[in-house]
């Protein structure tokens, strides 16, 4: 995977209505009233189909999931990325590295579990999973630190999911949580790269 641009507006002739939307939710406070504002435009635009995101986003890749940047805010200071999961694609437990973010099911199914932080030892972290939901298109939901541990898992042997991720900016790393046992993890970092997006 390669840094790239967002995609012209030639390829995503609705950006600009789906931008106007997300920089209005964006000046509506603290970032808990800026990701409730975010929660409902982004409901809202995916349950009126008022916006069609490029072709290319309903396009999986084989070996991971797509992670394509449609939009950074030079003015806000946001990105939002679309996220393409193949049958079975997910992502282990994982944070947003201090960064608030919305996130929507535009299309298919996929499961989302939420983790409480119970103690940390170094580089060790014990988790248990406090809450999951399966979610379709037009639920979204935010996480803002520091509840923001998480897994994203599109559990369908068949169809493909596609979710757009607002992030308070663009998200460049996270830490990662890989099993040890029991429910313990240990923490790795992780450089998060973008797909073509267009």
Do not use: K
Not at 46 to 70: K, M, Q, T, W
Not at 121 to 126: E, I, N, T, W
Request: charged share 25%; proline share 6%.
């Amino acid at each position: 995977m390669n840094a790239v641009a967002a995609p012209p507006n030639a390829l995503f002739p609705d950006r600009d209505r789906l931008v106007a939307a997300i920089d209005a939710a964006v000046t509506a406070g603290d970032e808990h009233a800026v990701t409730a504002a975010l929660r409902s435009a982004l409901c809202g635009l995916i349950r009126n189909r008022s916006v069609r995101l490029p072709e290319c986003v309903f396009e999986p890749i084989g070996d991971h999931y797509a992670r394509r940047e449609l939009y950074r805010s030079d003015e806000h200071g946001y990105s939002v990325v679309a996220m393409t999961w193949g049958p079975g694609q997910g992502t282990p437990v994982h944070d947003h590295c201090g960064l608030w973010c919305v996130e929507g099911v535009w299309h298919g199914e996929l499961e989302i579990t939420q983790y409480e932080l119970l103690e940390r030892d170094g580089d060790r972290f014990r988790f248990r999973a406090a809450g999951g939901m399966h979610a379709g298109p037009g639920s979204a939901g935010s996480l803002i630190p520091p509840h923001e541990y998480h897994t994203i898992r599109n559990a369908s042997e068949d169809a493909v999911a596609v979710s757009l991720h607002i992030y308070q900016r663009s998200m460049e790393r996270c830490s990662t949580f890989l099993p040890e046992g029991g429910e313990w993890y240990r923490r790795a970092s992780r450089t998060l790269c973008l797909d073509p997006a267009g």
